[in-house]
């Protein structure tokens, strides 16, 4: 169990604090709303950032019969070499048309959260777009954000990792994630945004629960292929848009982890099972199972759970999520004879405090958007001076124990 003392509530993790006014490249500019502030990374290195259009050819999309290949975006997150803020500009968490769709659609599935009010576009990372990466080559960690979120709602912990010394590679699951953004169109896709198809709770619905791993499992596996091609020298963009300097040398993929939250967390699980390219792995309180097709039954447990795996895997959950569908998945992997897997628990806390929610949901709340039980029912009533280093330091420790060399 996570220790509720992790750090003192007095630390600084927010930069500035709380609500701020929008400000691109150090001029303020006029706001929709409050803009909320990331905790900022602890690690020694300096951040750099670049996104890669994915194209898999040799796929069909699974939720658009009418697309006939898989587009998947990523963002690669590395230790930079240099960080000039004005050659290499810090990156949004959201670019603002994603932001403008997230703002609409994040209420639905999260009724807790506020309809206006927020300029989500003004939210800024601490990463530098396109900086050069330091050409030393560093473990590689992919990431896959929860059941309907965008990749970037998982920047504070991709960030620590990244600076702590690791390559993040961070995935959206188009159709699935709340709104992709491409960097075209297409023949097949007329507008730049695609956002998803979810209008429930997949759990509740198997066959779409189905899908949504399937369609996870096969993106991880062609973004690892496509990782491959990068660090041989390949440009796999399809768009063509330059690369930082350096990036291709800076991968080991000798050196392959992952971890996910909720949905990503399952998919990161079984990708672990599936691809041994894939040498240790966090689960963020996904389920290893699948919702049953009757009402009642036993969740059906995912092959990972059933069979087992003989590399080191860390699940990671709260006391406010758990649940008998969790704690049975949970507990079949840890049933194995010499098993390699831990469970540890954060208390006070809920399922959102994985993602950006643990930081931004208080500062909705202090500045009256949100309710103090919208905020519990989201992330818990931790402070996020506690509830961040809380997730973020058992992930990083899982890593520099499994992933050693950063």
């Given at each position: 169990?996570?220790?509720?003392?992790?750090?003192?509530?007095?630390?600084?993790?927010?930069?500035?604090?709380g609500?701020?006014?929008?400000?691109?490249?150090?001029?303020?500019?006029?706001?929709?709303?409050?803009?909320?502030?990331?905790?900022?990374?602890?690690?020694p290195?300096?951040?750099?950032?670049?996104?890669?259009?994915?194209?898999?050819?040799?796929?069909?999309?699974?939720?658009?019969?009418?697309?006939?290949?898989?587009?998947?975006?990523?963002?690669?997150?590395?230790?930079?070499?240099r960080?000039?803020?004005?050659?290499?500009?810090?990156?949004?968490?959201?670019?603002?048309?994603?932001?403008?769709?997230f703002?609409?659609?994040?209420?639905?599935?999260?009724?807790?959260?506020?309809?206006?009010?927020?300029?989500?576009?003004?939210?800024?990372?601490?990463?530098?777009?396109?900086?050069?990466?330091?050409?030393?080559?560093?473990?590689?960690?992919?990431?896959?954000?929860?059941?309907?979120?965008?990749?970037?709602?998982?920047?504070?912990?991709a960030e620590?990792?990244?600076?702590?010394?690791?390559?993040?590679?961070?995935?959206?699951?188009?159709?699935?994630?709340?709104?992709?953004?491409?960097?075209?169109?297409?023949?097949?896709?007329?507008k730049?945004?695609?956002?998803?198809?979810?209008?429930?709770?997949?759990?509740?619905?198997?066959?779409?629960?189905?899908?949504?791993?399937?369609?996870?499992?096969?993106?991880i596996?062609?973004?690892?292929?496509?990782?491959?091609?990068?660090?041989?020298?390949?440009?796999?963009?399809?768009?063509?848009?330059?690369?930082?300097?350096?990036?291709?040398?800076?991968?080991?993929?000798?050196?392959?982890?992952?971890?996910?939250?909720?949905?990503?967390?399952?998919?990161?699980?079984?990708a672990?099972?599936?691809?041994?390219?894939?040498?240790?792995?966090?689960?963020l309180?996904?389920?290893?199972?699948?919702?049953?097709?009757?009402?009642g039954?036993?969740?059906?447990?995912?092959?990972?759970?059933?069979?087992?795996?003989?590399?080191?895997?860390?699940?990671?959950?709260?006391?406010?999520?758990?649940?008998?569908?969790?704690?049975?998945?949970?507990?079949?992997?840890?049933?194995?004879?010499?098993?390699?897997?831990?469970?540890?628990?954060?208390?006070?806390?809920?399922?959102?405090?994985?993602?950006?929610?643990?930081?931004?949901?208080?500062?909705?709340?202090?500045?009256?958007?949100?309710?103090?039980?919208?905020?519990?029912?989201?992330?818990?009533?931790?402070?996020?001076?506690?509830?961040?280093?809380?997730?973020?330091?058992?992930v990083?420790?899982?890593?520099?124990?499994?992933?050693?060399?950063?």
């Amino acid at each position: 169990m996570v220790a509720r003392s992790a750090l003192a509530a007095g630390t600084l993790l927010l930069s500035g604090g709380g609500i701020a006014r929008a400000a691109v490249r150090g001029r303020e500019r006029p706001a929709e709303g409050a803009a909320l502030r990331l905790p900022a990374p602890t690690g020694p290195h300096p951040l750099g950032a670049t996104t890669l259009y994915l194209v898999d050819t040799g796929r069909r999309d699974p939720w658009d019969p009418s697309i006939p290949v898989r587009e998947v975006m990523v963002t690669v997150l590395y230790p930079a070499a240099r960080a000039d803020g004005g050659r290499y500009p810090i990156t949004p968490q959201m670019p603002p048309r994603t932001a403008a769709h997230f703002a609409r659609i994040a209420p639905r599935s999260n009724p807790q959260l506020p309809s206006a009010g927020v300029d989500w576009a003004a939210t800024m990372t601490h990463a530098h777009a396109g900086a050069p990466a330091q050409a030393t080559r560093r473990p590689v960690v992919l990431y896959s954000p929860g059941g309907g979120d965008p990749r970037t709602l998982g920047t504070y912990v991709a960030e620590e990792l990244a600076s702590r010394g690791y390559v993040v590679v961070s995935i959206d699951h188009p159709g699935d994630a709340c709104a992709v953004q491409f960097p075209v169109t297409t023949s097949y896709r007329r507008k730049r945004i695609r956002t998803t198809v979810f209008r429930t709770n997949p759990w509740t619905q198997p066959d779409v629960y189905r899908t949504m791993i399937d369609a996870r499992l096969a993106d991880i596996r062609f973004v690892l292929d496509q990782l491959e091609l990068l660090a041989a020298g390949h440009h796999p963009d399809t768009a063509g848009r330059p690369l930082p300097r350096h990036l291709p040398q800076a991968l080991d993929l000798t050196r392959v982890g992952m971890y996910g939250h909720s949905a990503g967390g399952t998919a990161a699980a079984q990708a672990a099972y599936e691809d041994r390219r894939i040498r240790a792995v966090v689960n963020l309180e996904g389920y290893l199972a699948c919702p049953p097709d009757q009402p009642g039954e036993p969740a059906p447990l995912l092959p990972v759970a059933r069979y087992g795996m003989n590399r080191p895997m860390l699940l990671l959950g709260t006391d406010g999520f758990r649940n008998a569908d969790i704690d049975r998945s949970w507990s079949a992997m840890l049933d194995h004879p010499g098993r390699r897997t831990r469970r540890r628990q954060i208390d006070d806390a809920m399922h959102w405090v994985f993602s950006d929610f643990a930081a931004l949901v208080p500062q909705l709340q202090a500045d009256g958007l949100m309710t103090a039980e919208g905020r519990d029912q989201m992330v818990g009533a931790l402070d996020p001076a506690r509830s961040v280093p809380m997730v973020r330091d058992p992930v990083l420790t899982f890593f520099e124990r499994n992933l050693p060399g950063a």
